[in-house]
């Protein structure tokens, strides 16, 4: 792994303005950050595209880009698969956004979720609401020359929540390169799931990688590297023996460093950096 594929993302940050963020980053010397879209920093239905276009210009006078847009869809009521007709418009133009936010900022990415269906619906009409939607995504973000990429979450409701349903899923989209598979190393340990799963079902076609500590159970991820019990080394050298080249982005986001974010991402940055010396 290369330092220029490390982003670090503002996840940590929700109780710190994103000129907090950004002051910190550079001080950091971080180059490069995923930017979760979500208050207080960018929620979308709070900035024009002109307010957009200043913050970029704000991110680039730090020397920083942006790797992706990560809006936040898990804990807003964003679902492509929901049998709600408004609902679902709703949730794809809101990914829409998404795309035209990339690339105003010029991230080559966009990050978005599969959608999940209830206990009393059909999941295959779910699934098949979830496809239809994806298609009509990648079809814009191709326009707009953003890739997407699509991550699933382990839990029973999502619309699919493990490596073969997305595999399946990307093959019934069937969006070429502009629709990839995210591994969530946090998220995909909780059902059981490895980089020689992913690797295996995508080889070095993974759009990007979700990097956390955790310990495998709902609620208790997410961690700076260290703090949990995964096997993160071991993920970082499935990547680097399959020639994956992309984006690493780390997704600190427990509620345990929203006081002190600062001192949680100068403890990854030196796991990273310690981690790249040795190999």
């Given at each position: 792994?290369?330092?220029?594929?490390?982003?670090?993302?503002?996840?940590?940050?929700?109780?710190?303005?994103?000129?907090?963020?950004?002051?910190?980053?550079?001080?950091?010397?971080?180059?490069?950050?995923?930017?979760?879209?979500?208050?207080?920093?960018?929620?979308?239905?709070?900035?024009?595209?002109?307010?957009?276009?200043?913050?970029?210009?704000?991110?680039a006078s730090h020397g920083i880009s942006v790797s992706c847009i990560t809006p936040e869809q898990?804990?807003?009521?964003?679902?492509?698969?929901?049998?709600?007709?408004?609902?679902?418009?709703?949730?794809?133009?809101?990914?829409?956004?998404?795309?035209?936010?990339?690339?105003?900022?010029?991230?080559?990415?966009?990050?978005?979720?599969?959608?999940?269906?209830?206990?009393?619906?059909?999941?295959?009409?779910?699934?098949?609401?979830?496809?239809?939607?994806?298609?009509?995504?990648?079809?814009?973000?191709?326009?707009?020359?953003?890739?997407?990429?699509?991550?699933?979450?382990?839990?029973?409701?999502?619309?699919?929540?493990?490596?073969?349903?997305?595999?399946?899923?990307?093959?019934?989209?069937?969006?070429?390169?502009?629709?990839?598979?995210?591994?969530?190393?946090?998220?995909?340990?909780?059902?059981?799931?490895?980089?020689?799963?992913?690797?295996?079902?995508?080889?070095?076609?993974?759009?990007?990688?979700?990097?956390?500590?955790?310990?495998?159970?709902?609620?208790?991820?997410?961690?700076?590297p260290g703090d949990g019990t995964l096997p993160l080394t071991r993920c970082l050298e499935e990547?680097?023996?399959?020639?994956?080249?992309?984006?690493?982005?780390?997704?600190?986001?427990?509620?345990?460093?929203?006081?002190?974010?600062?001192?949680?991402?100068?403890?990854?940055?030196?796991?990273?950096?310690?981690?790249?010396?040795?190999?």
């Amino acid at each position: 792994m290369k330092e220029s594929q490390l982003s670090i993302g503002n996840y940590a940050y929700p109780l710190h303005s994103f000129d907090y963020f950004l002051n910190s980053m550079e001080e950091m010397g971080v180059r490069q950050i995923e930017l979760w879209a979500a208050e207080p920093h960018l929620y979308f239905g709070d900035f024009t595209l002109t307010q957009v276009e200043a913050l970029g210009i704000k991110i680039a006078s730090h020397g920083i880009s942006v790797s992706c847009i990560t809006p936040e869809q898990c804990e807003y009521p964003i679902n492509i698969c929901a049998s709600n007709v408004n609902e679902r418009r709703r949730s794809v133009d809101y990914f829409k956004r998404a795309v035209e936010v990339a690339e105003i900022l010029g991230a080559p990415k966009a990050f978005l979720t599969a959608g999940r269906h209830v206990h009393d619906e059909n999941r295959e009409e779910a699934y098949l609401r979830g496809v239809d939607s994806l298609k009509e995504l990648v079809n814009y973000a191709r326009y707009k020359g953003i890739g997407l990429v699509i991550e699933v979450n382990p839990f029973e409701l999502e619309v699919p929540n493990n490596v073969a349903g997305l595999r399946q899923l990307l093959a019934d989209v069937d969006g070429g390169d502009w629709l990839l598979p995210v591994w969530d190393i946090d998220c995909a340990a909780r059902s059981g799931e490895w980089g020689t799963d992913y690797i295996s079902a995508f080889g070095n076609r993974i759009g990007n990688v979700h990097f956390s500590d955790g310990v495998g159970e709902h609620y208790k991820g997410h961690l700076v590297p260290g703090d949990g019990t995964l096997p993160l080394t071991r993920c970082l050298e499935e990547l680097d023996a399959a020639g994956y080249t992309g984006t690493v982005a780390v997704e600190v986001m427990n509620s345990r460093y929203d006081a002190d974010p600062d001192t949680a991402m100068r403890r990854t940055l030196k796991w990273f950096r310690d981690y790249m010396a040795e190999h």
